[in-house]
Nanobody, 123 residues
């Protein structure tokens, strides 16, 4: 599975961005998907996750109420809609696929990782 996260960029605090995660290989319609982020000098942090059906979602405490994860099975794509962005949201964002049907908070439970996309939020 080859994943690609894209949609990052530079945005002012309070603004919005939508990230996408797509697979160039096999479909991941039966898999849980997670978004993680890593800021310079910090550990990788769980952002959001979604189950295979889209019926179950998880969010990290720092993004609850501001970020929304969703998926489009027909397009084999998972989205992360980010609103009310803060300077502290600046990081490289990664998507990952888990062999199980549900997502997880823990990065070690994911099997495939895409290259990240940089999100920079300016004050």
């Amino acid at each position: 599975v080859q994943l690609q996260a894209y949609g990052g960029g530079l945005v002012q605090a309070g603004g919005s961005l939508r990230l996408s995660c797509a697979s160039s290989g096999r479909t991941f319609s039966n898999n849980g998907i997670g978004w993680f982020r890593q800021a310079p000098g910090k550990e990788r942090e769980f952002v959001a996750g979604i189950s295979w059906s889209g019926g179950s979602t998880l969010y990290g405490d720092s993004v609850k109420g501001r970020f929304t994860i969703s998926r489009d099975g027909a397009k084999n794509t998972v989205y992360l809609q980010m609103k009310s962005l803060k300077v502290e949201d600046t990081a490289v964002y990664y998507c990952a696929v888990r062999r199980g049907s549900y997502s997880s908070y823990y990065p070690y439970e994911y099997n495939y990782w895409g290259q990240g996309t940089l999100v920079t939020v300016s004050s």
